[in-house]
């Protein structure tokens, strides 16, 4: 059975960075589709960005581009989520997700979740 477990997060000033990390176990990334979402309080799961570690390159959201950088590391059975520039309004619940069964930014075509990690982004 796959596990996600994500880690890294924490609290930093705005500006600041962060790194995220998901670790994959019960199955080898090869050919697999990951992709981090993230949800504040009282507001849906938000897609932040996704990657098919078979070929391609990351996708992310609209919210995130230019800012957020998505990568799998090479010889770990794990994803990176590289956070610069963060504002107030990337603060959130990040949750790491794999299974997808149809357009990777709706939360509800991914079928694996993490427990996810806490940003907390300070003004």
């Known amino acids: 059975q796959v596990k996600l477990m994500e880690s890294g997060g924490g609290s930093v000033q705005a500006g600041g960075s962060l790194r995220l990390s998901c670790a994959v176990s019960?199955?080898?990334?090869?050919?697999?589709?990951l992709a981090w979402f993230r949800q504040a309080p009282g507001r849906e799961r938000e897609a932040v960005a996704t990657i098919f570690t078979g070929a391609g390159g990351p996708s992310y959201g609209d919210a995130v581009k230019g800012r957020f950088s998505l990568r799998r590391d090479n010889g770990e059975n794990t994803v990176s989520l590289q956070m610069n520039s963060l504002k107030p309004e990337d603060t959130g619940v990040y949750y790491c997700?794999?299974?997808?069964?149809?357009?990777?930014?709706?939360?509800?075509?991914?079928?694996?979740w993490g427990q996810g990690t806490q940003v907390s982004v300070s003004s």
């Open positions: 019960g199955r080898t990334m090869n050919k697999t589709w």
């Open positions: 997700a794999t299974d997808l069964l149809g357009a990777w930014d709706n939360p509800s075509n991914w079928r694996t």
